[in-house]
C-alpha cells in the first residue's frame, strides 16, 4: 500500500514546480508525542525511530508493519521521510500520533506555494 501511495504522489506532484516541497508536524495524542519531516527532493530515504513500537502490536496488527508502509512511500515518491515516536506508553497512541504527524507533514510540503513560480530547487530540477 505505502508503494502504491508513493507512487500516487510521484505521479501527481509531477515536477514539483509551485509546492513547499518541505513539511513538518509534532502530533500529540494523550501521554505519547510523535514527529515527522519530509521532503520531496527526488531521493527517497526513510530514517525511522520508533524502537518502542517493536513487538508491540495493536489489536490485530503488528505496529512494525508501519515502518515497512512508510519505506515503500518513501522509496516510491522519492522523498526523504524522517518520522520518530518521542515517548508514549499507550501504543495505540503513539501510532495514531506518528500517522497524523506523517499525514500533516506531506499535506505541508504539497500544498502550492504562491511565493513559489518555479521547482523549488536551486539546481532547477527535483528528479532523481
Known amino acids: 500500500m505505502g508503494i502504491c501511495l508513493g507512487q500516487a504522489f510521484r505521479e501527481a506532484l509531477g515536477d514539483k514546480r509551485g509546492i513547499a516541497r518541505f513539511g513538518d508536524a509534532a502530533i500529540p495524542m494523550d501521554e505519547a508525542l510523535a514527529r515527522a519531516a519530509v521532503d520531496f527532493g527526488g531521493r527517497g530515504c526513510l530514517v525511522y525511530r520508533a524502537e518502542h513500537l517493536k513487538g508491540r502490536r495493536i489489536g490485530d496488527f503488528d505496529a512494525e508493519l508501519a515502518r515497512e508502509f512508510f519505506a515503500g512511500f518513501a522509496a516510491t515518491a ?14 495505540h497512541h503513539a501510532m495514531e500520533a506518528l500517522w497524523k504527524a506523517f499525514a500533516r507533514a506531506v499535506r505541508a510540503a504539497v500544498q502550492p ?3 513559489e513560480r518555479d521547482v523549488p530547487s536551486t539546481k532547477g530540477t527535483l528528479s532523481a
Do not use: F, K
Request: hydrophobic share 25%; aromatic share 6%.
Open 113 to 115: 506555494d504562491p511565493r
Open 78 to 91: 522519492l522523498c526523504n521521510l524522517h518520522l520518530e515516536t518521542v515517548y508514549g506508553e499507550n501504543t
